[in-house]
């Protein structure tokens, strides 16, 4: 059964960082592209980042801010995102990419005020 657990969201001010972690159990990231998604509040569901054996992709919103990561056991995948605007409010969640229903999680929530 497979298992994704988001943390590491909160409040945090324009120019701000916060960084996402994604653990896993019954996935094994390394052999699976992995992803990061948002939904705002009046949005739907959308790709933020994908990391792969072939590299990281990032929607342009975001490139240059946001950074894609996993760790060498390939269990846990990060988000770092730095200079934070407040059209990056949403709850994060991760996922596979493509994403699969049956993996999403409670998401964590990203607050960010101006």
């Known amino acids: 059964q497979v298992q994704l657990v988001e943390s590491g969201g909160g409040l945090v001010q324009v120019g701000g960082s916060l960084r996402l972690t994604c653990a896993a159990s019954?996935?094994?990231?390394?052999?699976?592209?992995m992803a990061w998604y948002r939904q705002g509040p009046e949005n739907q569901r959308e790709l933020v980042a994908q990391i792969s054996g072939g590299g990281t992709n990032y929607r342009d919103s975001v490139k240059g801010r946001f950074t894609i990561s996993m760790n060498n056991a390939k269990d846990t995948m990060y988000l770092q995102m730095n200079n934070l605007k407040p059209e990056d409010t949403a709850v994060y969640y991760c996922?596979?990419?493509?994403?699969?229903?049956?993996?999403w999680g409670q998401g964590t929530q990203v607050i960010v005020s101006s």
């Open positions: 996922n596979v990419f493509p994403a699969n229903g049956r993996y």
């Open positions: 019954g996935i094994i990231f390394g052999i699976n592209t």
